[in-house]
Structures are given as C-alpha cells and as structure tokens.
C-alpha cells in the first residue's frame, strides 16, 4: 500500500522503503533490468580511461569471490551439519573467480588485486572477528545477504553496459548469486527470533561499510559508465528484499535502512 511508503534523504542520498512487492524469479529480474541493452550507450572498452578503472573493478570482483569462498567454507566450520551444502556454494564462488579472470584478460586488463584486498579489509576483519566469537549470525550477515546483495547490485548495474564478453560471464554468475543470498535468507529466517539482536547490532556495524565501499569506487564505476546512485538504490533494494524474506516487517526495514545512510 502506498501509505506504507517511507522515503529518506540523508547524506545526499533518497530511499525508499516500500513492502516487499512479492517473490520475483531470477530471470524475471534480468529481463526487467536489461530489456533495452541495444538502447544503452555503451563505453569506449580500449580507451586508457576505462582499461585504468577496469582494473580496480575487476579487481574487486575477482577478489569478492575468493573472500565468498574461503567465508562460505569458514561458515561450514561454524554450522557442520551444513557444510557440504556450504562447499557447494564456495565451489561456485570459484568458478565465479575465474570467470572474471577470464574477463580481465578478454581486455587485456591487468586485475589491481592488492587494490581490491584494501578495499575488503573492513567487512574482511568484521567477518573473521565473527568468526572467531563463533558468531553465525554476523558471519551470514556478512556474506551471505550484504555481499551478496552488494554483488548482485553491481552486476546488474554492470550488464547492460559491459563489454559482450563478460555479459555473458556475468549474466551467468548473477543467477548463482540469487541462490547464494537465499540461503542465508532461509537460515536466518528460520532463526529470527534467536539471532534478531544479534542480526540488528550486525547491520549496525556492517551496512554503513557497503555504503562506503560504493562511494570509494564511485569514480572508477563512472568511468564503466555505472552510475554511483543507482549502484546504492539497486543494493538497498536487494537488500530490503532480503530482510523482507528474513521476516522484517517494512517498519523495521527501514530502520535498519537507516544505518547506511547515517553511519
């Protein structure tokens, strides 16, 4: 309804926290989200410019699924009558890894890893201070909902204006990731009413960092023609979704919401 609406602006930026509209498939958000790519203006892909920021960007990808790896493994360690289930999903985030690889290499990019690990290093320590506490909640809050929503926001930002290459490569890697922010929805669902405060202070700590990993890549992302605005409202819709999911109600989402935009 629309009197559930509630709009934010703080820091610059607009919100809005809306209900959740129903379940949407995979591949009705692909189609929804690159109907018109044959419309879109595409970047100059061998200028210095974007081979440049290419490099961070790609960096960041390729460094993203190999931290999804090791943390779905490390979360195995936490929840052992799930870690085949959660080998599965690492296995996937490797296969992720070499696709971007192969997308860096398309271009002739040379990936800025030691870039990509600074740029992790936050929500990398928040994680293994997690993990170390035996914290399951963080640890799936982490990865399995912020950096999934994250990564799903930036490639469906991404595709439309990506090279024909790694369109395909990340087309593919879009649906896994769906299927990898569901299973954290499902655990931490089925655990709301033992893990809400510690789901609450996690998103306290965490959801502010994604909003400063965009702004720092803000400019390279310009340069791949992937606006900074859209990037924040495509993640903070994923990540809505996902709360709704979880079992949030549109109040609480947008309080929780509210952590990005003030931390």
């Not at 936490?78 to 085949?84: E, K, M, N, V």
């Not at 912020?146 to 879009?174: K, N, Q, W």
């Not at 510690?198 to 702004?215: F, G, H, I, K, S």
Request: charged share 25%.
């Amino acid at each position: 309804m629309a009197s559930d609406r509630r709009n934010f602006a703080v820091n610059g930026y607009s919100l809005s926290i809306c209900p959740h509209p129903g379940p949407m498939s995979t591949a009705e958000t692909l189609v929804k989200g690159h109907a018109d790519l044959a419309e879109v203006a595409l970047p100059d892909f061998s200028s210095e410019v974007y081979k440049d920021a290419y490099s961070r960007i790609n960096a960041i990808v390729i460094e993203g699924e190999q931290e999804a790896h090791d943390n779905y493994i490390a979360i195995g360690t936490l929840i052992p009558d799930q870690a085949d289930e959660l080998a599965k999903l690492a296995r996937m985030e490797l296969k992720h890894m070499k696709g971007f690889t192969a997308c860096g290499n398309n271009l002739g990019v040379q990936a800025d890893m030691a870039f990509a690990k600074t740029f992790f290093t936050p929500l990398h320590d928040n994680f293994q201070k997690a993990l170390a506490a035996g914290n399951v909640t963080t640890c799936l809050l982490i990865q399995a909902i912020l950096i999934e929503a994250f990564a799903i926001s930036a490639y469906h930002i991404y595709i439309p204006v990506s090279d024909p290459f790694a369109r395909r490569i990340t087309e593919g890697v879009v649906k896994d990731e769906y299927t990898h922010l569901n299973y954290g929805q499902e655990w931490l669902k089925a655990n709301l009413e033992s893990v809400r405060e510690e789901l609450e202070q996690a998103n306290r700590e965490n959801l502010p960092l994604v909003r400063r990993m965009l702004e720092q890549v803000a400019d390279d992302a310009a340069a791949l023609h992937m606006d900074k605005e859209d990037l924040m409202a495509d993640f903070m819709a994923s990540y809505q979704e996902a709360l709704t999911e979880i079992g949030f109600t549109s109040r609480e989402i947008a309080k929780l919401a509210t952590a990005a935009l003030l931390g």
